[in-house]
């Protein structure tokens, strides 16, 4: 679509919905605008009653009943995931296939209350007391959400949001806003109240108004640093939690089980195109296994098919569009420029940007400080685990970290210094579970997702005291 067609689209209140491998329009979703906020607000206010009302086997009836329906329903939901968000079909369809977990998850914890007996009589003076604390809603809860896990992102605010009794204003990602759009049907369709989730079309400007709003308790947002960066200075005293990007480090020992190092990093960096928090960026390869394992890596990467998602055989599908690729492909131009060397890829198709492998980046490169959220892994050798470890934790933002080997102290020690959110062992840095806490080390780290994490977030104290004396 041409900008002279995108601002007349916009002006119509509509934007468009693009299909990230060929650029095709595949539908035009009506934006609400920043002026429209006081309405979605009321709305919310609604919503707010509304869910507090419910009774907790109501919430979890909702939560397991939108879980069936999304299991019938996998192949469209999956379909509609490829389709605006560009993943391939299998990758989606393992998405869809966690939503299902995410809301599974959090119908169980919608019957609990997590609540606890409080020991008044632990120190003198409060004999005669008795008393427990319960989980409560906070009110409105308003979550923003990425491109890139267009469903099980946004499930992951819901899922616990809505157990714990909350209303959410939902802000999806403007690029990828269907699944979630569909997922909020969903959950109206096993019995949720209209308001409980009020929907939020747009972009940038429609999240810094709803950011602002006094009657927001809890934002919960995942995306990039800078904009959480934006959202937490204009944010004011509302509760934040900020899932934000990564540039995971991977160590490959000489001890490691060599196969499946080389297929699990292959799959963690370029997984998604590597539009990916937790994927692969950096591999640092022990010296006497370097090229040895700088061939293979380049061989299994030669076999992935890249094109069209919607393919069964395709293991890479293109970025979320043309202005993204091109993005990577003048980032990684530039580390060239400064010493970087490809073995594999800088190849751009429009908007699909073929897996690259890089060696000798100098570490003051963007590529390799930041994140790159693309197609493109780092391979680097070292001599001691104590290098590998320092060039681990050389960046200030940290989600997830993998290490292979086969010796336990290693691993023990690399658990012990890695600063990451999570450390798989024997694994890339790709592997997340649903129930599993979710969240980064160091700069921007704000709160936990993972069901109970987040329902722990999503909810207040309160303290009931009878005073027998
Ligand atoms: P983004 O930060 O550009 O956008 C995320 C959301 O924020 C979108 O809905 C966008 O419209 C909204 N937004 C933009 N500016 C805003 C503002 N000023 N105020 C309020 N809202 C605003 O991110 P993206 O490009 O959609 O997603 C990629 C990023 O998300 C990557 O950095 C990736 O690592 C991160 N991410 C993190 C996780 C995680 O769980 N840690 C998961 C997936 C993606």
Redesign the pocket.
Known sequence: MSSLSMRLCQTENLIPVLNPFDGKEISQVKQTLALDVEEVLVKAHVGAQAAKALPRHQRASILDKAAYLIEQRNEQFARQITAEAGKTIRQATKEVARCVNTLKLSAELARSNEGEMIPFDAFPGGEKRKGWFTREPLGIILA??????PLN?VAHKLGPAIAGGNAVLL?????APLSAMALVDILQEAGMPPDVVTLAIG??DL??A??EARDVRMIS????????E??SR?AGLKRLCM????NAPVIVMKDCDFDKAIEACVSGAFWAAG?N?IGTQRIFIQRPLYNQFRGAFMKATAKLVVGDPQRMQTDVGPMINELAAKSIEARVNQALDQGAKCLHGNKREGALYHPTVLETVPHDCAIWRD?V?APVVILEPFDDLEDALTLSNEVDFS?HAGIFTSDIDTAMTAIDRIQAGGIMINDSSDYRFDAMP???FKYGSMGR?GVRFAYEDMTQPKVICFNNS
């Open positions: 923003i959400t990425p491109f890139n896990d992102l802000k999806p990602s403007e690029m972009g940038a999240g810094a709803l950011v947002f995942t995306g990039g640093f800078k904009t959480g934006a959202i204009a899932d934000l990007g990564g539009q928090c994140e959220f989600l979710f969240g980064g997702e």
